[in-house]
């Protein structure tokens, strides 16, 4: 019978979509056996999002199974947040993320508010049903690398221009 580590054991986690509190659990416990913030990143959360994502690639997984995993994964960061600012791990880039004026539509957005987030991004999520106009004043003031702008109705998507 095979052993599994403790980062094996957070990424099954997160792709079977346990609990919450399972999964900082057992990021917890990578913690207090010593795994270095990049270690659990790449190989617990990381990990977990390329078996999803390929799972989703195949059609064997549905947005839901998508969405739970990221809502794990993302809890598991809250035990390790404070460790990643500690260890100087800079931001990859910062992301202004938002669902465009007329449609209040935010499983997507917030997915990939989510998953840019657990890659290294600084994630700046300004809701939905955002006008030009906010986007604007907040892209000024945030200086973001990547505005990401989301539009499920088709008829809400001019306001994207």
Known sequence: MKTFSVLEEISEAVVKGESETKVKELTQRAVDEGYQVREILDNGFIMSLNVIGEQWKKGEALISEVLRAAERMHAGMDVIRKLIIKSGIKPIGKVVIGTVEGDVHSVGKSLV????????????????????????????????DLLAMSALLTITMPAMA
């Open 113 to 144: 508010a989510m998953i840019l987030g657990s890659f290294g991004f600084e994630v700046h999520d300004i809701g939905v049903d955002v006008s030009p106009e906010k986007f604007l004043e907040i892209v000024k003031s945030q200086k973001p």
